[in-house]
């Protein structure tokens, strides 16, 4: 009895150990399903290549590797196979493995016939294809974007979803899907009418919406798209890809006249990014409101001595007061005000204001006001000038905000201050349908291996993500 009990100890203590080891790695490990519990396991003949005796000699792991190295050759030279080799997921270096997927990747380049999707439909869309062009057909293909050009329509930044994609499919695609087009469609019947067909006049337009829906569900992407589109077809756009670093960092005044607080750091920051790419369209638009701007206290600096206002000239354009805030730190919160009410006047081109992380403006900002010596008063972000005057969503102007659960700001209540009933648009994860697609895509890059691939698993992968993109990509190079 007391030899089971030492044995069963004695392997306790091995599974223990090993455990520790694996939890402590940095490595991650390929995946196998198991035939009898249908999960996903590390492994474990890599697991043991990695976590090798100290005792192992030179010549067996040179042994081991031209065993591996044989073994990752494909049969035949064929550079089309058009899934991952042995090589690809095996025990090889990180650098190695990415060096070997990279030249497989720019060897399928060369076979068109690689990119097809589910059921025989092409993986991406045509090549002179823009977003203006997308309709339904190319619902659930990929859309390629040059990255360069991208970032120069974005220069306030890309959204993490679009960066991590792109990082893990070493490719600048995103999926097209029915819920962005119906997106793009509602504003496009608002500016564009005429042009829409008219079996669409029974569709009820929104001029605000709120994007929600569960994490990883794509709004931040789907805002993106939005805004790329807006720009190509020559709107004027105010888009914060970040609306939480308006809540947070930097210094922060209260205005006596108006009793809010000023964060002159992010107004400048603001009217940065909005002249990135806009600066040509602010130069043809002229000033509507020329009250002079109120000064206040400047970031670190305190007031300026001297003068209260700055004059707005008679013929000043939108480009001129904007750099009037980026040059003076003192006039940089007013002239964003100001900046929001005049694109309220502009009636030249069609306005956007598309704001992500809308949510972290429903919550509290991380500033605190001091009300005793030893406490502080937590200062809610609508009591922010910046976030004061673009909050609010009562009002005709075409406005859009993304809700982001990754800034753990919490479950807001249905009806939120300042903002339409119904406003608030339900942004649904992958369906079947485009888990389909996105898996089919995740094969394209070489993320799994094609001879393991089938509707089986890749639907496993789906039901296990529950429709989250981030998780199925994460997930599908575990595939078995």
Known sequence: MWKSAVRIAAGNLKFSRRSSILNNSVCHFPAQTSAAEGTLVPSLDHIHRCFSSSKSTKSSITKTKKAEGKKSKPKGGDPGAGGAEDGEFGAAGGDDLEAG?????????????????????????????????????????YFKFDEAALKAVLPEGLASGIVDEFNESW????????????????FRRIVDPPMWPSDSKGVKLKKQIVLDGPVKCGKSIALAMLVHWARDEGWLVLYAPKGRDWTHGGYFYKNPHTGFWDTPLQAENILKDFAKFNESRLRELRCKIHDPIVLGEG????????????????????????????????????????????????????????????????????????????????????ELTTVNAFRSMMHEDMMVGAFSHSTAVGK??????????????????????????????????????????????????????NGNGAEMRWLVPFMR
């Open 299 to 382: 970031a670190g600096v305190g007031y300026l001595k001297g003068t209260d206002t700055l004059p707005i000239p008679e013929d000043s354009t939108l480009y001129d007061l904007v750099q009037m805030g980026i040059k003076s730190t003192h006039a940089a919160v007013n002239v964003v005000v100001r900046l929001r009410k005049e694109l309220s006047l502009v009636k030249d081109v069609p306005v956007l204001i598309a704001i992500d992380q809308y949510n972290s403006w429903f919550t509290f900002s991380e500033f605190d006001e001091p009300v005793k010596p030893r406490s502080c008063r937590p200062i809610h972000a609508r």
């Open 101 to 141: 997927r990279a030249q497989r990747l720019a060897d399928d380049e060369k076979i068109p016939s690689l990119d097809v999707g589910p059921n025989g439909r092409p993986l991406f869309t045509p090549k002179d294809t823009t977003l203006s062009q997308l309709s339904h057909k190319d619902i659930n293909s």
């Open 171 to 186: 490719r600048p695609a995103l999926l097209v899907r029915k819920s962005f087009l119906a997106l793009r469609d509602n």
């Open 412 to 465: 807001l209540r249905k009806d939120l201050p300042d903002v339409p009933v119904d406003a608030r648009l339900d942004f649904p994860r992958y369906s079947l349908e485009e888990a389909e697609a996105v898996c089919y895509y995740y094969l394209r890059q070489r993320l799994v291996r094609r001879e393991v691939f089938s509707e089986e698993n890749w639907k496993k992968i789906y039901y296990l993500a």
